[in-house]
């Protein structure tokens, strides 16, 4: 209970700080001539950040180039802070779904030195390899965000 001497207390606005970076947008371009190009976009607060990759078409080289421009629009948000490194990905068959799966290895900076991600890619392996380093690096990127 208020006492008549007590002063009402006022709302303070909560600051929110954005934890994570926001997949904004993938974007596949093939060639007639057989070359591929992936744009990754990542947003955080109002900056959008943007990686590419493009090579040779092949379906284990398509996936790779979508996990490449994951992790360059990452390192370009990071803005050198921490580097990564695509070891690996693979996209298996599990239990009648289409999985694509990253290793990273992070190069500087604290936490772990290699991270596995995952992601269900039924519709688009391309676009999941891109994801599957999301959910790979999102922790390293989060404690980076929040330890600025």
């Known amino acids: 209970m ?12 909560l600051v929110v700080q954005q934890e994570r970076l926001k997949f904004q ?14 744009k990754v976009s990542l947003a955080y607060g109002e900056d959008v950040h ?15 180039l979508g996990a490449e ?3 360059q ?11 990564f490194e695509l070891i690996g990905v693979k996209a298996v ?4 779904s289409n999985v694509v799966i990253v290793s990273v290895r992070q190069h500087g900076g604290s936490g772990p030195d ?14 999941g390899a891109a994801f599957a380093v999301l959910n790979a690096t999102n922790r390293t990127v989060t404690a980076h965000i929040l330890n600025r």
């Open 2 to 13: 208020d006492s008549p001497t007590s002063e009402p207390q006022r709302e303070v606005p």
């Open 25 to 38: 947008e993938f974007v596949l371009q093939r060639t007639p001539s057989g070359r591929v190009s992936c």
């Open 50 to 64: 943007a990686g590419s990759a493009s090579g040779t078409s092949s379906p284990a080289g398509d996936t790779r």
């Open 69 to 71: 421009a994951a992790l």
């Open 73 to 83: 629009a990452i390192e370009s948000f990071l803005n050198g802070a921490l580097k």
């Open 93 to 96: 068959r599990a239990f009648d």
């Open 114 to 127: 290699k991270m596995l991600g995952c992601y269900l890619a039924d519709d688009d392996q391309v676009r």
